[in-house]
T-cell receptor, first 112, second 111 residues
Framework: DGGITQSPKYLFRKEGQNVTLSCEQN?????MYWYRQDPGQGLRLIYY???????QKGDIAEGYSVSREKKESFPLTVTSAQKNPTAFYLC???????????FGDGTRLSIL | KQEVTQIPAALSVPEGENLVLNCSFT??????LQWFRQDPGKGLTSLLL?????REQTSGRLNASLDKSSGRSTLYIAASQPGDSATYLC??????????FGTGTSLTVIP
């Protein structure tokens, strides 16, 4: 079955530590996205990538970094510069940028 | 920047009732509007997509309408079932830009 796999499902970060969230898709989609979801707020765009080796900042990119070395993979690193990282992180992909998106099941990040 | 609002934030209805969820957006220059369902601790599942040139879309018991001029969309759920309990989000794609999501309506259907 084609889909988007996010791992791990739960992740804990110590103060001052960088952590990386994995997102893999086997849908052969060109575009991939990372969103952050906080209680009472809508999804907010962190980064997106329209094609391999290219990515763009979204509305809340500060404290995050991404890479897109392979079409199927778009990992997100939450750096120590992100002062409020506790949230639910969702990865999505679409055949091309701005086409309907398919979502993974998310990673919940908490601070120890 | 596009602002997307969903009211009410939460809704409880008895099983079998028909219901309407609302989505409002501030910028009418949209490319399309999408309704999603989100179960607790899960990702989003697409329900319906309405292109800017369309007025409505239907899938089973779901019907979504779009009125660009007034900046509103509604999701109508007929004959609600306990399995419909979830959070429903709308997302607006602004022309040439990105998706903007509403805060969602949490629906509980009581058996």
């Amino acid at each position: 079955d084609g889909g988007i796999t996010q791992s791990p499902k739960y992740l804990f970060r110590k103060e001052g530590q960088n952590v990386t969230l994995s997102c893999e898709q086997n849908l052969n989609h060109d575009a991939m996205y990372w969103y952050r979801q906080d209680p009472g707020q809508g999804l907010r765009l962190i980064y997106y990538s329209q094609i391999v080796n290219d990515f763009q900042k979204g509305d809340i990119a500060e404290g995050y970094s991404v890479s897109r070395e392979k079409k199927e993979s778009f990992p997100l690193t939450v750096t120590s510069a992100q002062k409020n990282p506790t949230a639910f992180y969702l990865c999505a992909s679409s055949p091309a940028h701005l086409q309907p998106q398919h979502f993974g099941d998310g990673t919940r990040l908490s601070i120890l | 920047k596009q602002e997307v609002t969903q009211i009410p934030a939460a809704l409880s209805v008895p099983e079998g009732e028909n219901l309407v969820l609302n989505c409002s957006f501030t910028d009418s220059a949209i490319y399309n509007l999408q309704w999603f369902r989100q179960d607790p601790g899960k990702g989003l599942t697409s329900l319906l997509l309405i292109q800017s040139s369309q007025r409505e879309q239907t899938s089973g018991r779901l019907n979504a309408s779009l009125d660009k001029s007034s900046g509103r969309s509604t999701l109508y759920i007929a004959a609600s079932q306990p399995g419909d309990s979830a959070t429903y989000l709308c997302a607006v794609l602004r022309t040439g830009n990105q998706f903007y999501f509403g805060t969602g309506t949490s629906l509980t259907v009581i058996p």
